[in-house]
Nanobody
Framework: QVQLVESGGGSVQAGGSLRLSCQAS?????????MTWFRQAPGKEREAVAI????????YYSDSVQGRFTVSQDNDQNTVYLQMNSLEPEDTAMYYC???????????????????WGQGTQVTVSS
C-alpha cells in the first residue's frame, strides 16, 4: 500500500525559506514514477508546482516557482524534497505530495491524474 507523508510546512515572512519533505512507502521507484508537489490556496484550483521523475531525476517547475523552488530526491530515504526560497505571500497554500506511474515520460500536471496523495502541509507566507 502506498503511503505519502509530508512535513516541513510552517509560517515565514516574505523572502524566507522552507523545505518540505515527502516520505514515500510502498512505491517502487521505476523510470516512470512521477513525484509531484501540488498546492492549493483557498478558492483556487490545485496546481502542480514541481515534478521529479524518480528514475531519471528530470524535473519540471511551474512558471510561478521557477528559479525559487527546487525539487530533489533521496532514494535511500525514499524521500522527495521541495526547497522553497524567496517565498512570497502568493505562495501561501496547502502543499501536497502526489505520486503516480505513467507509461510516458511527459509532464503530468493535472491533479486528477494522480492516485496517491499525502495529507498536505500548510505553508503561510506573511508580508
Amino acid at each position: 500500500q502506498v503511503q505519502l507523508v509530508e512535513s516541513g510546512g510552517g509560517s515565514v515572512q516574505a523572502g524566507g525559506s522552507l523545505r518540505l519533505s515527502c516520505q514515500a512507502s510502498g512505491l517502487h521507484y521505476i523510470l516512470s514514477t512521477s513525484m509531484t508537489w501540488f498546492r492549493q490556496a483557498p478558492g483556487k484550483e490545485r496546481e502542480a508546482v514541481a515534478i521529479i521523475y524518480t528514475g531519471t531525476g528530470r524535473t519540471y517547475y511551474s512558471d510561478s516557482v521557477q528559479g525559487r523552488f527546487t525539487v530533489s530526491q533521496d532514494n535511500d530515504q525514499n524521500t522527495v524534497y521541495l526547497q522553497m526560497n524567496s517565498l512570497e505571500p502568493e505562495d501561501t497554500a496547502m502543499y501536497y505530495c502526489a505520486a503516480a506511474y505513467f507509461a510516458d515520460s511527459g509532464w503530468h500536471t493535472r491533479w486528477n491524474e494522480y492516485s496517491h496523495w499525502g495529507q498536505g502541509t500548510q505553508v503561510t507566507v506573511s508580508s
